[in-house]
């Protein structure tokens, strides 16, 4: 259990004493060819190696921070967003170097398992499936970003890595090769309940939503959804409460296919509450990330009918975004407060003293509720901490830093006013973890829901709408908003599908790879106009469309100096 034993892997469920633990061995990264003399010569290296390559998971930019792209934003702007990104930025290079790595890793753990490690062959087997699925999706991050990278699958000297860009459908077969090898080998079990000691662990079910979501990039649509209904046939199933989903509690529950394990231990815990929480949090964090009011506006009224802020504020819409703010302020503003409005230039004969908080929250009430699950809205509560003692703060504006009868949501950004994530942030005073990133919330990678939704894609692009939409309306049945209609057509379901991706997997690191494999980054993202907002829809801080090469990242200037036979991807050459 995760109280008594402390897991030297994020994704390694299957625990390991503290005392066997060796941090600086699993952290060390290879600088010659492996050590496989003496890596793998007992069974206890043997579980530290296999460790090692789990532990690699933690590397690089975690899941939600490639939301930041499209469903989140970031407090400050990134150079992917503003226009300033070239084949030299660190994002590139760390996530190229933190991917292969994990490969690297794995090449040393296939390695050491064939020909060195004492292990018996039931368990080396299956430690063999489980590393032959990690480099499958340390490749499958890889080509998603970069589409075709080199491909090595034996252990190599870091001085010998010169071999050239394989292409992106080279690359894809070698994913499906390891995920099939992971799906055939028999000691591999088929999937892990919670309750069992190894859940985190890679299992069948793994091996075939990872597969399934490989089949959706190389557009064999049927074998798609022949891998996603073994994954249902596995017995994964929708959880029965969208928002408890996401509490610790519930984290090993039959929605959650692969997840990446965190205990509350610092270096091995989660950081969504760093990253995600408020000033009002446990902790007192830092809001790195917000939410776009573009996703809120996603989120539809429970009935199905599509949100318009018109329907709550006549002419909204058609006003400039800097003067919305009128209608967003907090009841009984005092006189400075007032003049303070006014000297922005707002028509504070639009203000309600008395009717203003009501008048916003009319606009939030009666949504899909998933939006409240996932965000903290405008005039929402929010049980954060107040020294040791619980606190209920309120997301009001102007913020106020009064104590007794008024707790405003304090954030580190007091003069804007944005809407926060509420999705995985740890409530009260005392959650039991020992610092703001070190919580034990697991980082989900592959869920039903998520199964569920590029099932129905496949089945649509195969000119099945009707069951496209049996399987949509599963994941809206659970969240409480009305079903979709039977009749509706393939492309305004294709939408559809889309945008009830983007609702249910908010936060969740998954949306900004799907618009890189829809092309739908520069209408979703790049707008004209479009920017870091407030909830009113106020910009400070513009992004910036630097061409259709966004959808496939530059292979980092660093690489190609190391290896000069690695070519540049369209558009990246200056």
Known sequence: MKNIKIICAM??????????????LLDTVPKTQVLKKNMWLTENLTDQGVTGVYQNLRNGQLLYEYDTYVTL?????????????????GIFSSEWQNLYEGVHRANDA???LTNVSPTEAVKKTRLLAE???LRAFYYYRLNQLYKGVPIYTELIEWDKIDKPRSTEGEVWNLILQDLTDCINETNLPNRYEGSNANFGRISKSAAYALRGKVYMYTKEWQKAIEDFQKVKDLGHTLFGNYENLFKGENEKSAEVIFSIQNIALAGYGSNYQFRFGSRSAFGSNWNTYLVHPDAVDRYQKKDGTPF?????IPGYNAMEPAKREVFFLRNNLNATEITNMEKKGLNMSLYLPTGNEQRILNAYADRDPRLASNVILPYATFVGANGATDQTFTSRWPYRQEFGTVFDLRTDIVPNFYYYPRKFVYTGANPGIPNREAGAYDYIVIRYADILLLWAEALNELHKPGEAVLKVNEVRTRANVQTFNMGIDEDNLRKEIREERRRELM?????????LRWKTLKETSFYTGNGIKEVWGRVNSLYSWGGDQLYTWPIPQIERERNTSLTQNSGWDN
């Open 73 to 89: 934003q970031g407090r400050d702007n990134s150079t992917l967003m503003n226009g300033t990104a070239t084949p030299s930025s």
């Open 11 to 24: 994704g390694l469920a299957a625990t390991i004493l503290v005392s066997s633990c060796d941090k600086d």
């Open 131 to 133: 590393v032959k699925f």
């Open 110 to 112: 296939v390695y050491g």
């Open 308 to 312: 318009n802020w018109n329907d709550y």
């Open 507 to 515: 936060c969740e690191g998954v949306i900004y790879f799907d618009e």
